[in-house]
């Protein structure tokens, strides 16, 4: 699928049915996983337990940032592009730059996330399958923060 050619309206339907969608299942299920996780290996691993410091702040902060697109982003994207006000397209400018800085941040929790981790994949089996759903969390924002900030946002803010 060439994700450059499809409409705005279908290109945020697969953000969301792709991306948010994960996210929302996936985050809560691996907060239960690490903790569970701890529970069972947090006295012989510490780091566990800063890597759940760092997951939970980038927990809440993508919940935020997922809500913001959705309620906020998207439809003055939808605004902006039937109406073309001038007012609009200078609010979706804002929005898209406090979009990209809020992109910024989730990849420096995903950095610290992937420090620890790595540092931990010597561990035990037991550790194995938390890893795994880490590398996966993190290859899905990469595609997901990639489709935003090269696809949508530029298309978004072409008139
Ligand atoms: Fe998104
Ligand atoms: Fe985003």
């Known amino acids: 699928m060439n994700m450059k050619k499809l409409p705005l309206s279908e290109l945020i339907e697969e953000i969301i049915e792709t991306h948010h969608k994960f996210l929302r299942e996936e985050l809560p299920s691996l907060l239960d996983l690490l903790e569970k996780v ?12 800063d890597l759940k410091k760092v997951f939970v702040a980038f927990f809440i902060d993508v919940n ?18 039937t109406q073309k006000l ?9 929005l898209i730059a406090i979009m990209e800085e809020e992109h ?4 420096q929790e995903i950095d610290q996330m992937r420090e620890i981790y790595l540092s931990l994949s010597s561990a035990p089996s037991s550790l194995q399958g938390l890893i795994k759903r880490f590398v996966a969390l993190e290859e899905d924002m990469r595609q997901h923060t990639h489709k935003e900030n090269e696809i949508l946002f530029p298309k978004a803010l072409t008139f």
Request: charged letters at 25%; proline letters at 5%; hydrophobic letters at 40%.
């Open 64 to 81: 935020a940032h997922l809500t913001r697109e959705e309620n906020i982003l998207f439809p003055l994207i939808f605004r902006a592009h």
């Open 104 to 107: 910024d941040k989730i990849d």
């Open 86 to 94: 001038t007012a609009h397209v200078a609010q979706l400018r804002n």
């Open 38 to 49: 701890i529970t069972q290996e947090g006295s012989n691993f510490p780091k566990l337990h």
